[in-house]
């Protein structure tokens, strides 16, 4: 999609494919609750009953799947990167011109991720099966 609108009308997070693979073998989710302070504030506050008053101890579980046994999908690693492009998404939405820009641009690149064209491509590329005539 960035490719497709423009890199400058994308907002891009997280690792790569590419760095989800070479960080698989040495991750440790703890690190990013130890050193980033947005991190450790959110998971605070999920801890300390803020987001649930009624059912404490209910994103226990939570908590200690992503901290504690691993974070599998690499949440974590993702959040800060989420933040910096949530901070200029708002930047953008401040300017209405921009924003409306930028918002046009995304719809108009956006027929090619149609399911249509997809699946004629998986077809071809992948299946290397063809069209099927129906009369």
């Given amino acids: 999609m960035a490719e497709a609108a423009g890199e400058e009308n994308f907002f891009l997070f997280g690792l790569t494919a590419a760095q989800v693979a070479g960080t698989r073998g040495w991750y440790h989710p703890r690190w990013h609750y130890d050193h980033e302070p947005e991190t450790r504030l959110a ?3 999920m801890l300390s009953g803020h987001f649930n008053p009624r059912e404490p101890g209910i994103f226990n579980l939570l908590f200690d799947t992503l901290v504690t046994h691993g ?6 690693a993702d959040l800060t990167s989420y ?5 200029r998404m708002s930047t953008l939405y401040g300017n209405q011109k921009a ?6 641009l995304n719809v108009a690149a956006s027929g090619n991720f149609s399911s249509d064209r997809t699946i004629a491509e998986y077809t ?6 063809g069209p099927c005539p129906v009369s």
């Avoid at 974070?71 to 974590?76: E, G, M, R, S």
């Avoid at 071809?124 to 099966?129: N, S, V």
């Fill in 124 to 129: 071809m590329k992948i299946w290397e099966a």
């Fill in 83 to 87: 933040l910096e492009a949530d901070e």
């Fill in 43 to 45: 998971l605070n506050q």
């Fill in 71 to 76: 974070d599998y999908y690499l949440h974590l």
């Fill in 99 to 104: 924003w409306v820009r930028t918002a046009i």
